[in-house]
């Protein structure tokens, strides 16, 4: 279960924001590759984070301290509570494997199962809000963290496409950053490059099967 230090929460200037994602693309590509859109958006959110290296980035004290390591923690919620286990290096997996790992981990989370190796190393992380139906959330910063991705349950909407209104299968997803390691520059860059990637049929595409 994770332990949330109140004292640490307090500490850090956590920020929010927000897009909503024209899922088309990612409704299509997940029939296409026969998965569920959720290790196609944890593919995304590493692939993204590669290449915005503050997303991975933590404040050490009084100053940045970056790391390369791309490695998604995924809240899973179980019978004991909230448990956040990481999927190490998930920037070199294919979305097979980030599917298989999904689904061990979860498991195991369940169970009671995981080892300790399962629940250190996270760099950033990600909260599938959508699976119990929330259309947003604003997630708390998981330890050792200063990105937490909230991924909302897709569903139709009203979207303008063309200069008409049409309906759409759409989330929302919304970034919680701590604001001494991203600015809201920064994030929006990141969180725009995210959403053009899971709108993107060709981007999507060229994600390692």
């Given at each position: ?89 998930a920037d070199t997996k294919t979305l097979a494997e980030i599917a298989e790992d999904i689904g061990r981990l979860a498991e195991a ?77 920064a994030a929006g860059r990141a969180l725009t490059d995210l959403v053009a990637l899971l709108q993107s049929a060709e981007r999507l ?5």
């Amino acid at each position: 279960m994770i332990a949330v230090n109140l004292e640490r929460q307090a500490a850090i200037p956590q920020v929010t924001t927000f897009r909503t994602v024209d899922c088309s693309a990612l409704q299509a590509f997940r029939v296409e590759v026969g998965i569920s859109p959720l290790p196609i958006v944890l593919a995304a959110v590493a692939r993204t984070a590669s290449q915005h290296p503050l997303l991975t980035a933590v404040w050490g004290g009084d100053q940045l301290l970056p790391r390369s390591e791309v490695s998604v923690g995924l809240a899973v919620d179980t019978d004991r509570g909230l448990v956040v286990p990481v999927l190490h290096d998930a920037d070199t997996k294919t979305l097979a494997e980030i599917a298989e790992d999904i689904g061990r981990l979860a498991e195991a989370a369940r169970s009671g199962s995981l080892a300790p190796e399962d629940l250190t190393g996270a760099t950033i992380a990600v909260s599938n809000t959508g699976s119990y139906g929330s259309e947003a959330g604003t997630p708390i910063l998981s330890p050792g963290t200063s990105v937490t991705l909230a991924f909302g349950v897709i569903q139709d909407r009203a979207l303008v496409v063309d200069d008409a209104v049409v309906a759409r299968p759409a989330a929302t997803i919304s970034l919680t950053f701590d604001h001494r390691v991203l600015d809201g520059a920064a994030a929006g860059r990141a969180l725009t490059d995210l959403v053009a990637l899971l709108q993107s049929a060709e981007r999507l595409g060229e994600l390692p099967r």
